[in-house]
């Protein structure tokens, strides 16, 4: 069984290579999809589409933050020109020129300033021990991914204990309320032929037959069992999305819009302190389950 994660979490993970060290920070907060945010040192922006891509292989969804430190024990002895990457904006823009009549050409200045153009250049360091170093830091970052999954999973065990318990309180709650005697037809029946009767007492015309009629009606607009029905579907629903486990918060979220709606009909129909009051439990304990919900995977 794969059990809930959660959509908060934090990892880091340090590694060296040569002349290289480097540190990973991944921060994870709740979020409707998955949105990558990236902080990468300049040099390093190859980087960025793998980063992207190991990141999104493991999660589905949060916002999550991700940035690099890196320090080189050699000296800088200056800067070099990222001749594809320059050649590619240029590309680009002409493209754009092409599409866009009128519009300017870049300064040389502008192109310099783009991240990424312009390189710092390390003393006696080859292409060769560059992209072994990448290579290093990029393959360092599963750690930190792989610590973070184990973050979201822990607390995603602990949330999974709290939300079976708002589920328990919920089915306990649709017991008693099944179990109120404002719920049994008979009762139901009988109050609304006193409230007719005692309406009705100065209409001599109507007879027993008409308010037996017109309490029949009104008992079925009072009826609550289908909404019970109906919340019990979705308490077994919910606890079956649990069992499954990740990725299942859109779907919890939505059984949590249908419990609501299950919820305010009852509060609506009842006629009954007592079934009011525990229709206000309901709605009380489905916003708390509601609450936990916006933070699973």
């Known amino acids: 069984m794969v059990s809930i994660k959660s959509m908060t979490g934090f990892a880091r993970s340090s590694g060296n290579c ?31 589409v793998p980063a992207r891509a190991a990141i999104s292989k493991n999660f589905k969804r949060g916002n999550i933050s991700l940035s690099l430190n890196v320090s080189h024990n050699q000296e800088q002895s200056g800067y070099r020109v990222n001749q594809e990457l320059l050649k590619q904006l240029v590309d680009v823009m002409k493209t754009v020129q092409a599409d866009v009549p009128g ?24 292409e060769e021990e560059k992209e072994a170093a990448h290579k290093e830091i990029l393959a360092n970052l599963n750690e930190a991914i792989t610590d973070m999954s184990a973050n979201r999973a822990s607390e995603g065990k602990r949330m999974d204990e709290v939300l079976s318990g708002h589920i328990k309180v919920i089915e306990d709650l649709c017991v ?31 007879d027993e037959e008409r308010i037996s009629q017109e309490a029949a009606v009104l008992m079925t607009k009072a009826d609550v069992r289908e ?45 009954d302190v007592e079934l009011t009051r525990i229709g206000l439990d309901l709605k009380t304990v489905i916003e708390q389950f509601r609450e936990q919900v916006q933070n699973i995977e």
């Open 227 to 271: 909404e019970l029905d109906r919340l019990r579907a979705h308490i077994e629903g919910a606890r079956d999305l649990l069992e499954a486990g990740s990725p299942c918060g859109r779907k919890l979220d939505f059984l949590c819009q249908e419990f609501n709606r299950e919820a305010n009909t009852l509060c609506s129909k009842a006629q």
């Open 176 to 206: 008693k309320a099944s179990d109120c005697a404002a719920t049994q037809p008979e009762a139901i029946r009988a109050r609304l032929m006193r409230q007719l009767k005692s309406v009705m007492e100065d209409l001599p015309e109507l």
């Open 103 to 126: 519009v300017a050409a870049p300064s040389v200045d502008g192109l310099m300033g783009l991240r990424g153009v312009i390189e710092p250049v390390e003393e006696g360091e080859s």
């Open 18 to 48: 040569g002349n290289y060290s480097w540190t990973w920070e991944v921060r994870s907060v709740n979020g409707k999809g998955l949105d990558i945010r990236m902080r990468i040192p300049s040099g390093y922006d190859a980087l960025d």
